[in-house]
């Protein structure tokens, strides 16, 4: 287009040069020069193009605006304006998370950070140009989403099942959200209910052909496919588990703006938590640091107060790997004093490893750098610009030099905090057992709140030890560790009584283990920190979709009908509809308990009568009932060998076996296989 229109200008100045020269000298003299021309009419097209896009910037903002408006107005007619006014302004009053200043851009969620398929292509950009091409070429065919996009191949997310209210809590005045199920999800709920139960394994698979993004199947065929080590299949599932939600999300629900609270007590709610647990997981074995860290950071801000899964255990290693280490101590800066993070060991030793890496990294300008007409100042914001990609720091040596012993001064007060880090880091790294002291190797009180202590460290121990293999790490330890040797062998008064201070509190300060770490040691699945939790939590019977239920629970599942009891069951199914029915069906206890009643009612419709024909055509009939019933003893071995793999996983987390086994009420075993306590004990079932 440039090209053609400078050709037409070419042609009219050539015109009017010719016919000036022909009209006379007058005119002639006006157009003699074909470069100004050129340059005014440039100029004019330049303004007139300038004008015509200001306009449609106009345009565009005066219909973006237009389009607000009417969606307030919606949202007013439909939620009233009133309810809407009181609960941003309590929000804004007695959300602990408003706050001023630096600590307010922590409970900030970075949108484009929580989708880990964007950051894999952000890292491998030119080794994935094809798929970057083919993605973007579909994106305004897509619908926007936060977690994860639907794929190919995936069932029609049409008739869910699942919907989200918006509530006002009337405890905190906060505005918060509410999963929702309808009746049919509803009858679907309870067959899955049926099914696990009954230990049925292919009634529970069979649910995602009736229901395919039933969200309490997906997790528990997901934790099965975990157990089997088909991580791939797992992940598939849990992805499939966030889109059937995020499908059902509130217009008002914006992950982004760090103010969407839901409650763990409604058991709609749990299976959310639990699959952006599970997600986080799956993205932090694939390497995606930043969208662990901002995914953590939103399952933390759901629920602030109480943290049902304990998401704060996990935020820190997050932001170390992700190098986000300003973050993390705007983090400690906002909750540190209200919540005692320094005496949590993960906060203790990660914000000691964060002021070291970043004093390694960072890059150090030093004064003598200004002397050839520049000065520090400028020095530092060309390195900025230089290493703006990198994302590290630039420091003077003075600022260094602080900031390493500031690092130094925490790992110390981390290491007589807990002394056992080091023995239990020397199982993955042998150059810790090197430092030989009796003040490192603290035996195990039995004490409850030592016992505690221990699980957290440990908890961290497995979680970090990547971070702490470094080279240059160890040898940071060992030098800390060797100056509190000495120290302690000098007999140093202020150290010795920092040393039996942090061993009295040790010994006070975790009685009990909260239930939000409880459950997220379980879903951790670690197994050496599992083996530390009390007994009455490990002696549970624990289930994947709901892992240890909150006192306050608000579960419309929780009724009579759901107990496993047999006469309930059959009173469940008369409740249930079709689909409890059906899958009750499949369950091979139900099939054999059914074989029972029908042979007490031969027997007492059978008349007494003496001669061997009477007992013959008796014995002939319970034979076919018993031929039919053993078919279905297939089905059943398979899934007592499936239940079995997990019952001996569950003896193992254990310290003692024989204890955990007699441990087990022969009545609750009894209710456990199905048969009832009161039953004759003739050997057939």
Same mark, same amino acid.
């Given at each position: 287009?440039? #090209?053609?229109k400078r050709k037409?200008?070419?042609k009219?100045?050539r015109?009017?040069n =010719?016919?000036?020269?022909?009209?006379g000298d007058e @005119?002639?003299?006006?157009?003699?020069d074909?470069?100004?021309? %050129?340059?005014?009419k440039?100029?004019?097209?330049?303004?007139?193009?300038?004008?015509?896009?200001?306009?449609?910037?106009?345009r565009?903002?005066?219909?973006?605006?237009a389009?607000?408006?009417?969606?307030?107005?919606?949202?007013?007619?439909?939620?009233g304006?009133?309810?809407?006014?009181?609960?941003?302004?309590?929000?804004?009053?007695?959300?602990p998370?408003?706050?001023?200043?630096?600590a307010?851009?922590?409970?900030?969620?970075n949108k484009q950070?929580?989708?880990a398929?964007?950051?894999l292509?952000?890292k491998?950009?030119?080794?994935?140009?094809?798929?970057?091409?083919?993605?973007?070429?579909?994106?305004?065919?897509r619908?926007?989403t936060?977690?994860?996009?639907?794929?190919?191949?995936?069932p029609?997310?049409?008739?869910v099942?699942?919907?989200?209210?918006?509530?006002?809590?009337e405890?905190?005045?906060?505005q918060?959200?509410?999963?929702?199920? !309808?009746?049919?999800y509803q009858?679907? &709920?309870?067959?899955?209910?049926?099914?696990?139960?009954?230990?049925?394994?292919?009634?529970?698979?069979?649910?995602?052909?009736?229901c395919?993004? %039933?969200?309490?199947?997906l997790l528990?065929?997901a934790e099965?496919y975990?157990?089997?080590?088909?991580?791939a299949e797992? @992940?598939?599932?849990?992805?499939?588990?966030?889109?059937?939600?995020?499908?059902?999300?509130h217009?008002?629900?914006?992950?982004s703006?760090?103010?969407? /609270?839901?409650?763990?007590?409604?058991?709609?709610?749990?299976?959310?938590?639990l699959?952006?647990f599970?997600?986080?997981?799956f993205?932090?074995n694939?390497?995606?640091w930043?969208?662990?860290?901002?995914?953590?950071?939103f399952?933390?801000?759901?629920?602030?107060?109480?943290?049902?899964?304990?998401?704060?255990?996990?935020?820190?290693?997050?932001?170390?790997?992700?190098r986000n280490y300003v973050?993390?101590?705007e983090?400690?800066?906002?909750?540190?004093?209200?919540? #005692?993070?320094?005496?949590?060991?993960?906060?203790?030793f990660s914000l000691?490893?964060?002021?070291?890496m970043?004093?390694v990294?960072?890059d150090?300008?030093?004064?003598d750098?200004?002397?050839d007409?520049?000065?520090?100042?400028?020095?530092? /914001?060309?390195k900025?610009?230089?290493?703006?990609a990198?994302?590290t720091?630039?420091?003077t040596?003075?600022?260094?030099?602080?900031?390493?012993?500031?690092?130094?001064?925490?790992?110390?007060?981390?290491?007589?905090?807990?002394?056992?880090?080091?023995?239990?880091?020397? #199982?993955?790294?042998d150059?810790?057992?090197?430092i030989n %002291?009796?003040?490192f190797?603290t035996?195990l009180?039995?004490?409850? @709140?030592?016992?505690?202590?221990?699980m957290?460290?440990?908890l961290?121990?497995e979680?970090n030890?990547t971070?702490w293999?470094?080279?240059?790490?160890?040898d940071?330890?060992?030098?800390?560790?060797g100056?509190?040797?000495?120290r302690?062998?000098?007999?140093d008064?202020?150290?010795d009584?920092?040393?039996t201070?942090f061993?009295e509190?040790r010994?006070?300060?975790?009685?009990?283990?909260?239930?939000?770490?409880?459950?997220?040691?379980?879903?951790?699945n670690?197994?050496?920190?599992?083996?530390?939790?009390?007994?009455?939590?490990?002696?549970k =019977?624990?289930?994947?979709?709901?892992?240890?239920?909150p006192p306050? @629970?608000?579960?419309i599942?929780?009724?009579?009908a759901?107990?496993?009891s047999?006469s309930?069951?059959?009173?469940?199914?008369?409740?249930?509809g079709?689909?409890w029915?059906?899958?009750?069906?499949?369950?091979?206890?139900?099939?054999? /308990?059914e074989?029972?009643?029908?042979?007490q009612?031969?027997?007492?419709?059978?008349p007494q009568?003496d001669?061997?024909?009477?007992?013959? &055509?008796? &014995?002939?009939?319970?034979?076919?009932m018993?031929?039919?019933?053993?078919?279905?003893?297939?089905?059943?071995?398979?899934?007592?060998?499936?239940?079995?793999?997990?019952l001996?996983s569950h003896?193992?987390?254990t310290?003692n076996?024989e204890?955990?086994?007699?441990?087990?009420?022969?009545?609750?075993?009894?209710q456990?296989?199905?048969?009832?306590?009161d039953?004759?004990?003739?050997? !057939?079932?």
């Amino acid at each position: 287009k440039k #090209k053609k229109k400078r050709k037409k200008n070419k042609k009219k100045a050539r015109v009017t040069n =010719t016919t000036g020269e022909n009209l006379g000298d007058e @005119s002639g003299e006006e157009y003699d020069d074909v470069s100004e021309v %050129h340059e005014k009419k440039k100029e004019d097209d330049e303004e007139e193009q300038a004008l015509r896009l200001q306009e449609e910037m106009k345009r565009k903002k005066e219909k973006e605006l237009a389009e607000l408006d009417d969606l307030i107005e919606n949202v007013k007619a439909k939620f009233g304006e009133e309810d809407n006014a009181q609960v941003t302004t309590s929000s804004q009053s007695n959300d602990p998370l408003q706050m001023t200043g630096t600590a307010s851009n922590v409970f900030l969620i970075n949108k484009q950070n929580l989708d880990a398929e964007k950051e894999l292509e952000r890292k491998f950009r030119q080794t994935h140009r094809a798929q970057v091409s083919a993605r973007r070429k579909n994106e305004k065919r897509r619908k926007k989403t936060y977690f994860v996009e639907r794929k190919q191949g995936w069932p029609p997310l049409a008739k869910v099942g699942v919907s989200m209210l918006c509530e006002r809590d009337e405890e905190t005045q906060t505005q918060v959200f509410r999963l929702k199920h !309808s009746s049919s999800y509803q009858e679907i &709920q309870r067959a899955f209910f049926t099914a696990l139960r009954g230990m049925n394994i292919q009634a529970v698979a069979q649910l995602l052909v009736v229901c395919p993004y %039933h969200l309490d199947t997906l997790l528990q065929m997901a934790e099965m496919y975990t157990m089997h080590d088909n991580s791939a299949e797992a @992940s598939e599932l849990v992805l499939r588990c966030l889109c059937a939600i995020e499908n059902a999300f509130h217009p008002l629900f914006n992950p982004s703006t760090g103010n969407c /609270r839901m409650s763990y007590k409604y058991y709609e709610n749990r299976a959310f938590f639990l699959s952006l647990f599970r997600h986080v997981q799956f993205v932090a074995n694939r390497g995606c640091w930043g969208a662990a860290l901002e995914l953590s950071k939103f399952l933390l801000l759901l629920d602030p107060v109480n943290d049902p899964l304990c998401a704060l255990l996990l935020v820190d290693y997050f932001a170390l790997r992700d190098r986000n280490y300003v973050y993390l101590r705007e983090l400690f800066a906002a909750w540190g004093s209200a919540r #005692k993070l320094k005496w949590l060991p993960c906060f203790a030793f990660s914000l000691a490893m964060c002021d070291f890496m970043e004093s390694v990294e960072a890059d150090v300008v030093d004064e003598d750098d200004g002397e050839d007409d520049e000065d520090v100042e400028d020095v530092k /914001r060309k390195k900025k610009h230089r290493q703006k990609a990198k994302g590290t720091r630039v420091l003077t040596v003075e600022e260094r030099d602080e900031m390493r012993r500031r690092a130094d001064y925490g790992l110390e007060e981390a290491l007589l905090r807990f002394p056992e880090f080091l023995p239990l880091m020397g #199982k993955h790294v042998d150059q810790y057992l090197s430092i030989n %002291h009796k003040f490192f190797q603290t035996e195990l009180t039995p004490t409850s @709140s030592e016992r505690n202590v221990r699980m957290l460290l440990t908890l961290f121990v497995e979680r970090n030890n990547t971070l702490w293999k470094v080279p240059g790490v160890v040898d940071w330890v060992k030098s800390i560790a060797g100056d509190i040797v000495q120290r302690l062998k000098a007999n140093d008064e202020e150290l010795d009584m920092k040393t039996t201070c942090f061993k009295e509190w040790r010994k006070t300060q975790f009685p009990k283990v909260p239930l939000n770490v409880q459950r997220h040691v379980l879903i951790s699945n670690i197994q050496s920190a599992v083996s530390l939790l009390p007994r009455s939590v490990t002696s549970k =019977t624990l289930h994947t979709h709901d892992p240890l239920p909150p006192p306050n @629970s608000v579960n419309i599942y929780d009724q009579p009908a759901q107990r496993s009891s047999s006469s309930t069951n059959e009173a469940a199914g008369e409740q249930g509809g079709a689909m409890w029915q059906f899958f009750q069906t499949l369950n091979p206890m139900q099939q054999i /308990r059914e074989f029972q009643q029908q042979r007490q009612a031969l027997e007492e419709q059978q008349p007494q009568q003496d001669g061997g024909d009477a007992q013959q &055509q008796q &014995q002939q009939q319970n034979d076919e009932m018993q031929r039919q019933a053993n078919v279905n003893w297939g089905t059943l071995l398979s899934s007592l060998r499936t239940s079995f793999d997990q019952l001996t996983s569950h003896i193992s987390s254990t310290s003692n076996a024989e204890e955990f086994l007699a441990g087990v009420d022969d009545d609750e075993f009894n209710q456990f296989v199905g048969v009832d306590s009161d039953s004759d004990g003739d050997g !057939s079932v």
